[in-house]
T-cell receptor, first 113, second 114 residues
């Protein structure tokens, strides 16, 4: 049973607009969440994280929102740029991130110029 | 600073064979984690090593094993290969264990089992 789900395999947005990537989880013990970006032929790169004691974390153009009651998190990219085109994975972990990461299957984001 | 390196980058094996993949972490990093990426299952955690000890293990059969050496380099081994083992195997290193937001991934080893 998938504990972390990214229900949209792909997303296409126009340059300059907002990209919203969604992630749902089922395990209530998860308390640390991360987003990674992956380009073809490269390993994933850490983007941004959030602890369950927060509901929002911002880093430049990237903001992650966490809704614990809905077991839902989202990554907002504003404004979107063509270089953001990649596969985005959300991941979750217990005990503040010290336990093994559980990943979603990824969402392929395409930002059109 | 050199990144995480994985060797070989590509590998073709046949069913029943065994394979060993290697990962050299970033200099000074003591934690190494391994992941399997397949189209069907996505990214799945295999194991994490820290200071030569396995710290965490994912839900994989015993055919999957690993080890870490005193210089922090790590190897993973898959015995009696099955077609379903075809995947991209990713290694990630970090300074300390349990710090996924400071984890750096290598480019992966693409294993094809025929």
């Amino acid at each position: 049973d998938q504990q972390v789900k990214q229900n949209s395999p792909s997303l296409s947005v126009q340059e300059g607009r907002i990209s919203i990537l969604n992630c749902d989880y089922t395990n209530s013990m998860f308390d640390y969440f991360l987003w990674y970006k992956k380009y073809p032929a490269e390993g994933p790169t850490f983007l941004i994280s959030i602890s369950s004691i927060k509901d929002k974390n911002e880093d430049g153009r990237f903001t992650v929102f966490l809704n614990k009651s809905a077991k839902h998190l989202s990554l907002h990219i504003v404004p979107s740029q063509p270089g953001d085109s990649a596969v985005y994975f959300c991941a979750a972990s217990e005990q503040g991130g010290s336990e093994k990461l559980v990943f979603g299957k990824g969402t392929k984001l395409t930002v059109n110029p | 600073k050199a990144g995480v390196t994985q060797t070989p980058r590509y590998l073709i094996k046949t069913r029943g064979q065994q394979v060993t993949l290697s990962c050299s972490p970033i200099s000074g990093h003591r934690s190494v984690s391994w992941y399997q990426q397949t189209p069907g299952q996505g990214l799945q955690f295999l194991f994490e090593y820290f200071s030569e000890t396995q710290r965490n293990k994912g839900n994989f059969p015993g055919r999957f094993s690993g080890r870490q050496f005193s210089n922090s380099r790590s190897e993973m081994n898959v015995s009696t290969l099955e077609l379903g083992d075809s995947a991209l195997y990713l290694c990630a290193s970090s300074l300390n264990a349990g710090t996924p937001d400071t984890q750096y991934f290598g480019p992966g080893t693409r294993l094809t089992v025929l």
